[in-house]
């Protein structure tokens, strides 16, 4: 091992130590899946603002931030509840043939995984209202995420973007490693690292760096990485957890209301993401009357 790869080491077990994660208790906080109107306008108001509060976003005159993917079937939203008050939120999204949302900035880095077979799914639209970013509770929604990658979605791998300044921490505490160079995100102000976790090293890598328990008793690896088992802090419908997300989406009635009355996320899609919709979504779920018309023609 060179003295960089030492180094290196010893910043990953200084941070492991540190954060001491095995701590947190799953019961803390509920992460549930958004599955009305409500609650993804929950999600996506909370997550405009944090990013807003940040400056990685303009304040401007929209209130809530939906990316292009948030109204595809291959996209899971959830938001954190401390008791009954919202206080995060995280997106999971499968690999599809409109791709993911990193395609924006490592389009070449990701190809070349689903060129040799990969599986993909991208954790993303991250955020914590500021009095709880030091509680555990972005820990349980970012292990939330690699449990939906993981058992529900089986993909082998899983990609993240993160600022630069952050890369450490994921690789010590999840085993990511790095797609390409830092380089400026395609939307956000900000820089954006591209991160990579084989999901069988994943695994490994929880099961081999956190081998204390949490405080009811199973490792982060049992509790998160075991096919067949939804997380004590994690609230699904039975649909979702029986064959993977194929047999759960958002109702008609809360795809219009946040995606079509609440927001004119619709209007600026590409237009193979209009394309891909419409081969997921009726003309009946897509048609409200005198909105969004043009989706159809």
Not at 87 to 106: A, M, Q
Not at 147 to 161: E, K, P
Request: aromatic share 6%; net charge neutral.
């Amino acid at each position: 091992m060179g003295i960089d790869a030492d180094s290196r080491h010893a910043r990953h077990e200084l941070i492991r130590a540190r954060a001491r994660v095995h701590e947190v208790p799953p019961g803390a906080f509920r992460v549930r899946l958004a599955q009305d109107a409500h609650e993804l306008q929950v999600a996506f108001t909370l997550l405009h603002e944090a990013y807003a509060e940040r400056g990685l976003e303009p304040t401007g005159d929209k209130k809530m931030r939906i990316t292009p993917h948030h109204v595809l079937q291959e996209s899971l939203v959830f938001v954190a509840y401390e008791g009954d008050r919202p206080v995060g939120t995280i997106s999971v999204t499968c690999d599809s043939p409109v791709g993911l949302p990193l395609d924006k900035d490592y389009r070449a880095e990701i190809d070349r995984l689903r060129d040799a077979g990969a599986r993909l799914a991208e954790v993303g639209s991250l955020a914590v209202l500021k009095p709880w970013r030091l509680t555990g509770v972005t820990f349980l929604m970012s292990m939330t995420a690699v449990w939906a990658c993981h058992v529900l979605f089986r993909a082998t791998h899983m990609a993240i973007g993160v600022n630069p300044s952050a890369e450490a921490f994921y690789a010590a505490i999840h085993g990511f490693t790095r797609l390409g160079e830092p380089r400026r995100h395609a939307e956000l102000i900000t820089p954006v690292v591209g991160l990579v976790q084989e999901t069988g090293a994943g695994r490994d890598h929880y099961a081999g760096h956190h081998r204390e328990p949490m405080p009811h008793g199973r490792r982060i690896h049992e509790e998160f990485c075991t096919i067949g088992r939804t997380p004590a802090c994690v609230e699904v419908p039975r649909e979702l957890t029986g064959d993977g997300p194929g047999r759960w989406r958002l109702s008609r009635q809360a795809f219009r209301e946040v995606f079509i009355h609440a927001s004119d996320r619709l209007y600026s899609l590409d237009p193979d993401t209009q394309a891909y919709l419409m081969s997921q979504r009726s003309p009946e779920t897509l048609r409200a009357p005198g909105v969004a018309q043009e989706l159809l023609e």
